[in-house]
């Protein structure tokens, strides 16, 4: 009965994280290069970032621990290692780097801030963590069922 209800709030869990991720990469970015001065589009991506990366945090935290827990049930497998090793680089990214990327490219006076190019970059990022986040679903699939 555990391990079904640890495996419901790893899957919920990991729908909302990477859902959030495809709908930044595939909705907000296009719209955010799309139009607007460079504060605006800074401003768009500012205000989003700061409203998911709550709930990727939180997310992430409930994939973790209940992952932690299948790995009890279930033992480890070469698709379990595909997975923490993606969790190892979002944990990473949400709870450090990413500050202090965002902080490089943004802490300047906007006009100085070359929009298109950053976006175009972190679009480009996006799309990358997005495909091995899909490789990584693949990955537990297959170590559930295979
Ligand atoms: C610390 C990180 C993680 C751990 C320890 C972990 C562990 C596990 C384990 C042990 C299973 C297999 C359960 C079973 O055999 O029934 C599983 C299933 C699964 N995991 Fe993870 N996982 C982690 C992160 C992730 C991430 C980052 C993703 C996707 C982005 C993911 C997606 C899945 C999926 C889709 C399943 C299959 C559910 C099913 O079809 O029954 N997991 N996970």
Redesign the pocket.
């Known amino acids: 009965m555990l391990y079904v209800i640890a495996?419901i709030i790893?899957?919920i869990s990991?729908i909302i994280w990477?859902g959030g991720v495809s709908f930044v990469t595939m909705i907000t970015f296009p719209m955010i290069q799309r139009g607007g001065s460079s504060l605006e589009q800074v401003m768009m991506f500012q205000g989003t970032e700061h409203r998911f990366g709550k709930i990727a945090k939180t997310m992430v935290i409930l994939?973790?621990l209940s992952?932690?827990y299948?790995?009890k049930v279930?033992g480890l497998s070469f698709g379990?290692w595909v997975?923490?090793i993606?969790?190892g680089v979002y944990a990473s990214l949400l709870f450090g780097l990413e500050k202090m990327i965002f902080k490089k490219l943004f802490d300047k006076p906007s006009d100085q801030i070359d929009t298109k190019k950053i976006f175009t970059l972190l679009q480009g990022f996006h799309w990358i963590v997005l495909t091995l986040?899909f490789l990584?679903?693949a990955a537990?699939?297959w170590?559930?069922?295979y």
């Open positions: 495996l790893h899957v990991i990477i994939a973790g992952g932690l299948l790995i279930k379990v997975m923490i993606l969790w986040s990584a679903v537990g699939i170590a559930a069922h």
